[in-house]
């Protein structure tokens, strides 16, 4: 507070000398010192002052508990939407929880707070554990407090330092909140720590996690599959909570209350069916049936064995055909869709993040890795820029037209390659961002040929040549071709979280369109200004023979370096998974069509089944359909 006082008494001073002196200017003849120092100090000072009062009001308790509240309307809103979507066409059924003292509880806040809000959330497969702690982060976003909920997913943890792992899923997770505010909060320990999924983690997420609240505690609670509960807690989670299955009067009174005959039919099933009701009163299963019975199914027939996998199968094909038939063949959609869940299963993933699929994944399913992509496409476009350039070359000697563009050609697709190649790891997610390495150097760089370029040109157009024309062209035609060059030498590809909360897919196709800017914005450009200089010095014959060519491989290395290269990776997996039958060859589409069915769903910039039990049963299925289609 006492650094933003006198920052404003600063500013007060500095602008009333600036008034008294610009007054004292006008009026009267100042001192020939203050006429040499006064403006020069002036103009520093005052923009300086003005930067050092804008950070310090970014930075002011005030504005940073407004970014925090503002955060906290986003995840209550992506939660509570969350909530509304799981609950979209079958009522809610109340849960109850107890703890390690047997203490019952209908409340999840009440039983966060009473143990210590350090908590694990037991349960097993398919009690309702995800849908209680979003249920507790809504009722935590609820309360006034300074503190941000965040409820994040421990399966895509894979072994990244603890808060910067945390800061990327927030960001992932709920759109528009910002990596910087992110990091201050986990920082400053302002953040309540939702985990599910710690049965799905990576070992060592366990340890990463005590290190992380050991260090600086802040509040947790941590949802597990009872069968997987390691019972060597931290002592940083206090205590268990249990998510209680319901009884079978109360799954008969939900039942009841649709007022459907075939719900009616499930709830009329004899109580001696010990087995049909232990499958029941899971919520998870108690909802399948439920929407089942809503949808005009009936299970009453239903045989004694492999019933759950008989639901699971009816509630699948539910959804498949909940909007009428689906652009492709049933069958083969069962089939994308268990490829994708068995794909998921064996990479240890229970979130698809279509915009950042590992670069392993192309070498997997095509046999072709990115570079073996890009090597092919550069010796295409060199090879026909050569062809081109032969041709075309009607005026000059065909074989010094060759050889004069080939020294230019061959540096961008050679410089182009190496750089792609140094962004490119199997293990990271193929990248579809990009960003300037070193700007200030970069920004040099560019400045002294551009200065040259308007140098030359200003010179020949006044008509006072400090040199020849032809030296003027060659210098045009050597620097004006080469920016992609520079770029080649300045631009490096990166896979980073999905700030600005844009759906699944939607990168992979913004990735494409910067490519096809970046040849309208660069490429262009410096084509025309080198096809001006050369025809007006030699004539078309040579203007076309070197320029076409350069143009040719300039616009390739540019849409490669700014996205188009990940664009082709992506359309060479999808192509991969058509022919082998894994999915369609819009693979956008298919993924778009499966979240208006429910069979997936968004959660912030990745996809995931509805629940971990459909995954499951997917997955299952892939190895019995896999032997009709090539492997």
Not at 483 to 507: D, K, M, T, W
Request: charged share 20%; net charge positive.
């Amino acid at each position: 507070m006492g650094m933003r006082k006198a920052l404003v008494v600063a500013d007060v001073v500095v602008l009333t000398v600036a008034v008294a002196y610009f007054v004292n200017l006008v009026t009267t003849d100042p001192p020939e010192l203050l006429k040499t120092w006064a403006w020069p100090v002036l103009a520093v000072l005052v923009p300086a002052l003005a930067v050092a009062t804008y950070r310090q009001a970014v930075e002011s308790p005030e504005r940073l508990l407004v970014a925090r509240r503002q955060a906290v309307a986003r995840v209550l809103a992506a939660e509570q939407a969350r909530l509304d979507a799981t609950f979209a066409e079958v009522p809610e059924l109340p849960l109850e929880l107890a703890d390690a003292q047997s203490r019952r509880y209908s409340d999840v806040l009440t039983a966060y707070e009473a143990n210590g809000r350090a908590v694990v959330l037991l349960g097993v497969g398919g009690s309702g554990k995800s849908t209680v702690l979003t249920r507790l982060c809504v009722r935590l976003c609820r309360e006034e407090t300074h503190a941000v909920p965040v409820l994040v997913d421990a399966g895509t943890w894979r072994g990244a330092p603890f808060p910067r792992w945390l800061r990327d899923a927030v960001v992932d997770t709920y759109p528009g909140v910002k990596p910087k505010a992110v990091a201050r909060w986990i920082a400053d320990r302002t953040v309540v720590l939702l985990v599910d999924g710690l049965d799905e983690a990576d070992k060592g997420f366990l340890d990463a996690l005590h290190a992380f609240l050991d260090a600086h505690p802040c509040p947790v609670a941590v949802a597990c599959r009872t069968e997987d509960f390691a019972r060597d807690l931290p002592p940083t989670l206090v205590g268990t909570v249990t998510v209680l299955e319901p009884p079978r009067d109360r799954v008969v009174a939900y039942l009841r209350a649709l007022e459907n005959p075939a719900a009616d039919a499930v709830a009329a099933v004899s109580e001696r069916d010990k087995q049909w009701w232990d499958l029941v009163r899971r919520p998870l299963m108690l909802g399948v049936v439920a929407h089942l019975a809503t949808a005009g199914t009936s299970l009453a027939g239903l045989p004694a064995r492999h019933r759950r996998k008989k639901i699971l199968t009816l509630y699948v094909d539910s959804l498949i055909g909940r909007k009428g038939r689906p652009p492709w063949p049933e069958q083969d959609v069962r089939r994308w869709l268990s490829w994708l869940a068995r794909w998921m299963a064996l990479h240890g993933r229970t979130e698809f993040f279509v915009d950042r699929i590992p670069a392993k994944w192309l070498t997997d399913v095509t046999e072709r890795s990115g570079l073996r992509l890009l090597d092919r496409a550069l010796r295409r476009v060199v090879l026909i820029a050569v062809v081109v350039g032969a041709a075309v070359g009607v005026v000059a000697t065909r074989g010094t037209t060759t050889v004069k563009f080939l020294l230019q050609v061959l540096p961008i697709a050679i410089f182009t390659r190496i750089n792609l190649a140094a962004d490119h790891a199997d293990d990271l997610p193929i990248p579809l961002a990009w960003r300037v390495r070193g700007l200030r150097s970069f920004a040099k760089a560019m400045l002294l040929p551009s200065a040259l370029v308007t140098v030359l040109v200003l010179v020949q157009t006044a008509g006072r040549p400090f040199a020849p024309a032809a030296f003027s062209v060659a210098v045009l035609t050597i620097i004006v071709p080469n920016v992609p060059l520079l770029l080649a030498l300045g631009v490096s590809r990166e896979s980073r979280p999905n700030s600005a909360g844009s759906p699944p897919g939607e990168r992979i196709r913004r990735s494409a369109r910067n490519g096809r800017l970046a040849v309208l914005l660069i490429v262009l450009p410096t084509s025309l200004v080198s096809l001006a200089a050369l025809y007006a010095a030699y004539g078309p014959g040579v203007a076309s023979a070197m320029t076409l060519p350069l143009a040719l491989v300039s616009s390739t290395c540019c849409y490669l370096l700014f996205g188009g290269l990940a664009h082709l990776e992506y359309r060479a997996l999808f192509h991969a998974l058509h022919d082998t039958g894994r999915g369609p060859v819009d693979y956008l589409a298919f993924l778009a069509w499966a979240q208006e069915n429910l069979l997936l769903r968004a959660h912030g910039s990745a996809l995931r089944f509805p629940h971990r039990e459909i995954q499951e049963h997917l997955a299952a299925n892939w190895t019995r359909v896999a032997a009709k289609v090539a492997a």
